[in-house]
């Protein structure tokens, strides 16, 4: 990462290294008064099987840039982009017939003179909202999930409280995945796990067996009990390290925009759920569902053209409004080619769309509904790179391809896909991805390569990555993430009409490292 000379932004090696550990003193202080070993503590009374198990791990992460921005008068590349660390607790209790599960997490950062300088833009352009105080963005302290299990009966199984639900494919883009939106203000989409970036929600879970037919019925009921800040994705509109380009230092919630959760098409308190059958017949897999929910990526609804109700924002306000899917999935193993194959259709009901291309502020025009249908194949293989590669066993390759159609689609629509650019949204967009990963030294070292193209608009990414397995508690991940915009808007006040929202990533590019401590 070193830069020649002295130019601002250079990272000597020295100075990488002490960074990344005082990233892992900011995630892990007082980590390890939590008991560094794995512990089952057997609860009091003769001859039950009661427990309290409590685990969980210290993480810290360290990301460069490795671009500079349009947005900035600094020269960023080679600028750290991300120091920050966590420490999540996992606590499994049993009481008689009941299994108690509870994860709390901590995040903090420390915040880097990258994301200051954005800070002083903020604050000199667009001040009073979250990003005059960017820390706060990204430390939280927090009750992520907290359920009972328990049995009703040999069929019924019920889970209660704060978890997660997922139905459907869950690989970058999430296409079916819409019980639960997802944080990406912090990393983006690009961590590895997804449930450490989805929102938990208070939800009723049961599900029914039925082994006469070789199947089960899942029903889940969401209350309206959450906190509006759980409902939908949350992506950086505050001016940050992943705000979209060409908008990193402006707020957009400094009353530019606001959120309202409480609108009529999706208030935060509307009960929402659904039910998904699951089953086997013969070698196929399959799976029908029914869900009623928020569509998790917000819409504006613009002060230009109200939606039911006007807004405060002075440009609108963000809304989750309510969808209804329909999706069926199969999985099969192919024996021609030695592969299980995937594949996902979901029809989604009166999804609401921005509209607007060519106006002064692309999208502010009235919104419209149009139902979608969403289709997903995957192929999963296991690549004999033993000879070849080196590798101590076979490894495992994936190939996604995901399409979104708008049903009825008519370009006098005008449908844009993202406020503030002008590129008009497709009848079919299509993104084709893969990965692998190889292994080597018992599998504890394992070289990784994610790729992606829209096939609509050539935009693409790149992930290499590398992992290791130190003992039973160490895992270390360095990873580079690199982003292959066709087109980009590079300043506020471009007028332009082709850039689609992968290439918000653009001169996004950074190298990652990350540890963490299992215990």
């Known amino acids: 990462m070193a830069r020649n000379g002295n130019k601002r932004g250079a990272v000597p090696v020295p100075k990488m290294v002490a960074t990344i550990g005082l990233g892992f003193l900011v995630g892990s202080s007082n980590a390890f008064s939590a008991g560094a070993d794995d512990s089952t503590v057997q609860l ?49 209790a049993k009481t008689g017939p009941l299994l108690w599960k509870a994860i709390v997490r901590s995040d903090q950062e420390k915040l880097t003179n990258y ?30 999930e907290f359920y009972v299990d328990a049995d009703v009966g040999e069929r019924v199984h019920l889970r209660l409280g704060k978890q997660q639900v997922v139905w459907g494919e869950t690989d970058f883009f999430h296409p079916t995945d819409l019980i639960q939106g997802y944080d990406f203000r912090w990393r983006s989409f690009l961590e590895p796990e997804s449930d450490e970036l989805r929102k938990p929600l208070i ?24 906190r509006k800040k759980d409902i939908g994705n949350n992506y950086q509109l505050s001016g940050g390290r992943w705000m979209a380009q060409p908008f990193k230092g402006v707020d957009f919630l400094s009353g530019i925009t606001t959120y309202d959760r409480e609108h009529p098409a999706g208030d935060y308190q509307d009960v ?128 996604q391809l995901f399409d979104t159609y708008i049903k009825d689609f008519d370009s006098s629509d005008d449908i844009v896909l993202q406020i503030g650019y002008g590129a008009p949204a497709k009848k079919h ?13 018992n599998s504890r070292l394992n070289p990784g390569l994610a790729v992606g193209q829209n096939l609509s608009t050539g935009d693409a990414f790149a992930i290499p990555s590398i992992s290791y397995s130190y ?23 471009q007028v332009e009409r082709s850039t689609y929202p992968l290439a918000d990533l653009a001169n996004n590019n950074q190298f990652m490292l990350r540890a963490t401590y299992q215990f």
Not at 120 to 127: E, K, L, M, S, Y
């Open 44 to 92: 009091s009374g003769a001859g039950n099987d009661n427990y309290f198990k409590l685990g969980g791990y210290v993480r810290t992460w360290a990301s460069w840039n490795l671009k500079d921005h349009p947005e900035t008068p600094q020269d960023d590349k080679g600028s750290l982009q991300m120091l920050r660390g966590s420490l999540s607790l996992n606590a499994d």
């Open 272 to 399: 929402t759920g659904g039910l998904r059958w699951t089953g086997i017949a013969g070698s196929y897999s399959y799976a029908v569902s029914a869900l009623n929910t928020f569509y998790p990526d917000a819409v504006l609804n613009p002060a230009a053209n109200p939606y039911r109700k006007a807004p405060e924002g002075a440009l609108g306000d963000w809304i989750y409004p309510r969808v209804t899917v329909i999706d069926a999935s199969v999985s099969t193993e192919i024996p021609a080619i030695d592969a299980v194959v995937n594949a996902e259709v979901a029809y989604q009901r009166d999804r609401v769309f921005n509209t607007g291309s060519r106006l002064s502020t692309p999208g502010i025009g009235p919104v419209i509904k149009k139902d979608v249908i969403t289709t997903t194949v995957r192929v999963d293989k296991q690549l004999k790179t033993m000879d070849l590669l080196g590798t101590n066993q076979a490894s495992f390759f994936s190939v």
């Open 471 to 493: 003992g039973d508690n160490w895992r270390f991940l360095a990873e580079l993430d690199m982003f292959f915009p066709k087109n980009q808007k590079r300043s506020a006040a």
């Open 203 to 226: 939800i009723a879970n049961a599900t029914i067996d039925f082994p006469e037919a070789d199947g089960s019925m899942q029903l889940i009921l969401r209350p309206g009990l959450d």
């Open 115 to 144: 994301e200051k300088h954005l800070q002083d833009q903020v604050r000199a352009g667009t001040p009073g909202g979250p990003g005059s105080d960017m820390i706060e963005e990204y430390r939280r302290t927090e009750l992520r």
């Open 429 to 441: 967009d299509t993104i084709l991805t893969a990965f692998i990963t190889l292994n080597y030294m």
